[in-house]
């Protein structure tokens, strides 16, 4: 039984498969909403009707991530300059 589970019988295929899964989860996870929140935080207050849509998609599609980013991001409206 312990010669099933030693480094020597995984192979070439099962390293790149995880590796793979673990790339893309990474990749969806944190990469995809940070450059989410990343184009939100520029674009939000100048986007047209069309590109606010687009906005709202990309939140959908990328919603788990986005749950994870959150508490570390913030979105308070900017300051107005008094004059």
């Known amino acids: 039984m312990e010669n099933l589970l030693s480094i020597e019988n995984i192979d070439l295929e ?14 969806y996870l944190l990469i995809l909403p940070g450059g989410v929140y ?3 935080n520029k674009r939000w207050y100048v986007a047209s009707s069309f590109e606010r849509g687009f906005m709202y998609f990309l939140v959908f599609f990328s919603f ?3 749950l994870l980013l959150s508490p570390f991001l ?6 107005r300059e008094l004059t």
């Open 14 to 27: 099962t390293i790149i498969t995880a590796a793979l899964y673990l790339s893309l989860s990474g990749l």
């Open 38 to 40: 990343f184009y939100l």
């Open 74 to 79: 913030n979105f308070r409206p900017r300051r």
């Open 64 to 66: 788990p991530g986005m």
